[in-house]
């Protein structure tokens, strides 16, 4: 008889603590009418290509779709084009200079999409600009050309940027893992007025996001450590509602693929981070090439009602089917 007692309290008890489990993390109570997801064009308005195949050493610039607009990624009238199309922050490359500036620019090297050969480090921001970044792209396998002799002059540096959308939102990647790099880039962002500074965010590899994180403390950063040091903590102990120190003020850029193992996914989850000042942007797939929610029919894969951010390469086709 105290055996089966025993078992019914058990029973009990597995019941209320898995009821708790549920009710904690539901995200059935969140009411999120009205609230729009935050979108964030990736690279501005660029030509997109097909991932198939992809790898590190893919020139993507020779795989494009025909092009449907007149943007290069990474470039003044790109982000323009973005935050007119409804972008709420837009995503853009960095790369140090021979003369200590940071240019906009994606690729390690710029034989893939530009006239000029080597990586930026070996020019200084004036030569890069003598370079045509519109020279390498072509949709019929190198039949045409149709940006060529487009983009000369086009590659901006950092400084301008700030200087043409003062007080606009950017996610600004520093492609390096170099420290020193990092260090370099928080004294360029220093210099910016606080109100302008707020609105960034940087994300990169370990090494020289650490460092800049160091020079800023309250700069929103994000690197594959970073991001680590909140999920993995929140993974084993997000059920009870406990938020790891280590996921405040911050941005995690959480792949579709495992999102929804995510405690309180989507909601509840959201609105967590929210609370301890963390952006969570969505991106498409496993994450592993800055793959987007590009179309109508991507977006239908995400939960109704989404108030997360969205991360997408067609911000043009995107951003119509939110704002109203």
Not at 9 to 28: G, M
Not at 139 to 150: E, I, L, S, V
Not at 208 to 231: F, G, N, Q
Request: hydrophobic share 35%.
């Amino acid at each position: 008889m105290n055996f089966i007692k025993k078992r019914k309290k058990a029973f009990i008890f597995l019941l209320l603590f898995a009821a708790f489990i549920y009710l904690n993390n539901t995200s059935l109570f969140i009411n999120n009418d009205g609230e729009e997801p935050l979108l964030l064009a990736h690279r501005g308005m660029g030509q997109t290509f097909t991932m198939e195949g992809i790898t590190g050493e893919t020139c993507t610039a020779e795989r494009i779709f025909k092009p449907e607009h007149p943007y290069l990624e990474n470039t003044l009238p790109s982000m323009k084009a973005a935050f007119e199309a409804g972008a709420d922050v837009v995503e853009l490359d960095v790369k140090q200079t021979k003369d200590g500036q940071f240019a906009v620019f994606h690729d390690w090297t710029l034989e893939c999409r530009t006239n000029g050969k080597g990586v930026t480090k070996d020019y200084t921001l004036a030569e890069l600009k003598k370079l045509d970044i519109g020279y390498g792209y072509t949709a019929d396998n190198g039949k045409t050309f149709p940006f060529r002799g487009k983009g000369v002059g086009q590659m901006p540096s950092l400084e301008e940027v700030f200087t043409e959308f003062p007080g606009h939102p950017f996610l600004v990647h520093i492609k390096s893992n170099d420290a020193q790099e990092g260090i370099k880039l928080a004294e360029h962002l220093s210099s910016l007025p606080e109100k302008q500074l707020s609105k960034l965010t940087v994300y990169g590899g370990d090494k020289p996001v650490a460092s800049l994180k160091k020079e800023i403390p309250d700069m929103r950063v994000m690197s594959m450590a970073t991001l680590k040091s909140c999920m993995l903590p929140y993974i084993g102990t997000g059920w009870t509602g406990f938020m790891p120190e280590a996921c405040k003020d911050t941005q995690l850029h959480i792949p579709e693929k495992y999102a929804p193992y995510m405690w309180g996914w989507p909601d509840k989850f959201i609105k967590r981070m929210e609370k301890v000042n963390t952006r969570v942007i969505v991106v498409a797939g496993d994450g592993g090439w800055s793959e987007g929610f590009d179309s109508a029919e991507d977006l239908e894969r995400l939960p109704s009602d989404f108030s997360g951010g969205i991360w997408t390469n067609r911000i043009d086709r995107v951003a119509p089917l939110y704002k109203k």
